[in-house]
C-alpha cells in the first residue's frame, strides 16, 4: 500500500523559507515521477512543481519558479520541496503525489493516483 506523508509546514512570514519533505512508503518509489500540489481556501487544487524519476527534469509553475525547488532522494524515498522568498499567496496545503507509471512530468492532478493528507503552509504579511 502506497503512503505519501508531508511534514515540514507552519507559520511563517512573508520573505521567509521553509521547506517540506514527503516520505513514500509502498512501491518502488524511483519508478514514479512524483509532485506538489497546493490548495488554499476557495480555491482549486494547484500544481505546484514535479521531478522526474531520476531527478533530471523539473517542472514548475509560473509563480514558484525561481522561488520554490523541488527534489528526491531516491534511497531515502523521499521528495522535498524548498520554499524562499514566501509570499502570502502562497498560503495553502501543500500535497505530495505520485504520478501514474509512464509519467514523465505532469501539470494535471489526474496524471497522479497516489496523495498525501497535505501539511499547512501560512505566510503572513
Known amino acids: 500500500q502506497v503512503q505519501l506523508i508531508e511534514s515540514g509546514g507552519g507559520l511563517v512570514q512573508a520573505g521567509d523559507s521553509l521547506r517540506l519533505s514527503c516520505a513514500a512508503s509502498g512501491g518502488t518509489f524511483s519508478t514514479y515521477t512524483m509532485g506538489w500540489f497546493r490548495q488554499a481556501p476557495g480555491k482549486e487544487r494547484e500544481f505546484v512543481a514535479s521531478i522526474s524519476r531520476s531527478g533530471g527534469d523539473t517542472y514548475y509553475a509560473d509563480s514558484v519558479k525561481g522561488r520554490f525547488t523541488i527534489s528526491r532522494d531516491n534511497v531515502k524515498n523521499s521528495v522535498a520541496l524548498q520554499m524562499v522568498n514566501l509570499k502570502p499567496e502562497d498560503t495553502a496545503v501543500y500535497s505530495c503525489?505520485?504520478?501514474?507509471?509512464?509519467?514523465?512530468?505532469?501539470?494535471?492532478?489526474?496524471?497522479?493516483?497516489?496523495w498525501g493528507q497535505g501539511t499547512q503552509v501560512t505566510v503572513s504579511s
Open positions: 503525489a505520485r504520478a501514474r507509471l509512464g509519467i514523465i512530468s505532469a501539470a494535471s492532478a489526474t496524471a497522479y493516483d497516489y
